[in-house]
């Protein structure tokens, strides 16, 4: 691995640090609505800035960050208003609109959970090299192109069949 240069560096470990910033600190913070703009506007320039400078590892994790903390402090505020909304006796608590509130809750709450599954899944990707095929076409395996259609025209299946039948492979060994 090639040694990085000290700007390069000192960039990432700034990045690291803003969006460690933005993640404890930003997401329980009551703002007004134009300090609100102020901050989404920061946290887009900075997420656009920073996918723009660098592709490595590093620059993932940060603009991954600055996605959980926009998504978080959202949710924060949406459950500070629920909770509010539960606390205020002249509210109607079983109610069709404290249903369906909860309901909104639970999708949210959901999207959250699977958009940071999605980013642990994708945080540290694999890194498997291809397994060379062997040199003897007769060792090769079989290969099936099943390609599905319903009601489909002819025009788009016939140029699909085409493309199947013009795969790289032993001919003998290639089904469509």
């Not at 000290?6 to 910033?21: A, E, Q």
């Not at 320039?45 to 592709?55: D, I, K, T």
């Not at 369906?100 to 999708?107: H, K, T």
């Not at 945080?123 to 062997?134: D, G, I, Y």
């Amino acid at each position: 691995m090639s040694q990085l240069s000290f700007g390069t560096r000192l960039f990432r470990t700034l990045v690291l640090l803003i969006t460690g910033f933005l993640a404890f600190q930003l997401i329980s913070l009551d703002l007004s609505w134009p300090k609100q703009v102020v901050l989404g506007t920061v946290s887009l320039l900075l997420a656009l800035g920073v996918n723009r400078y660098s592709r490595s590892q590093v620059t993932s994790f940060a603009l991954m960050l600055i996605s959980m903390t926009a998504t978080f402090r959202y949710g924060w505020w949406r459950f500070r208003v629920l909770i509010e909304y539960f606390s205020d006796e002249s509210n109607h608590r079983l109610s069709i609109d404290s249903l369906l509130m909860l309901i909104l809750i639970s999708a949210e709450a959901y999207t959250m959970l699977i958009m940071v599954l999605g980013y642990m899944q994708t945080a540290w990707p694999l890194k498997r090299m291809p397994v060379p095929m062997p040199n003897d076409e007769k060792l090769w395996p079989h290969v099936d192109v099943l390609i599905p259609t319903y009601n489909e025209p002819l025009s788009l299946v016939r140029c699909t069949s085409l493309a199947a039948h013009n795969i790289d492979y032993p001919p003998e060994k290639l089904h469509v």
